[in-house]
Nanobody
């Protein structure tokens, strides 16, 4: 079994920063890609950022230059550093981890950016 536990969400003012963390636990040998998605009310879930096991990254255009995804393979943890937050970033953020043929998901953490 694999579980992803997220932390770091909350309420911040526009222009502020948050760092999301997602730690994988359970029985597995290797995590392949990891990433972050978000879903705002009335919108589809969208990819925010992804990172391969080798450290290659990709970002949604809307967050490029503001967000940074990283991972600590020794800790089985993926991070999302979010800077210069804007109200449009308000959403539930979900981390994912690809292990073997399965994509596992975290429970989601609320990020709210106030004006």
């Amino acid at each position: 079994q694999v579980q992803l536990v997220e932390s770091g969400g909350g309420l911040v003012q526009a222009g502020g920063s948050l760092r999301l963390s997602c730690a994988a636990s359970g029985i597995f040998f290797r995590i392949n890609a990891m990433g972050w998605y978000r879903q705002a009310p009335g919108k589809q879930r969208e990819l925010v950022a992804g990172i391969t096991s080798g450290g290659l990254t990709n970002y949604a255009d809307s967050v490029k230059g503001r967000f940074t995804i990283s991972r600590d393979n020794a800790k089985n943890t993926v991070y999302l550093q979010m800077n210069s937050l804007i109200p449009d970033d308000t959403a539930v953020y979900y981390c994912n981890a690809d292990i073997r043929t399965v994509r596992y998901w975290g429970q989601g953490t609320q990020v709210t950016v106030s004006s």
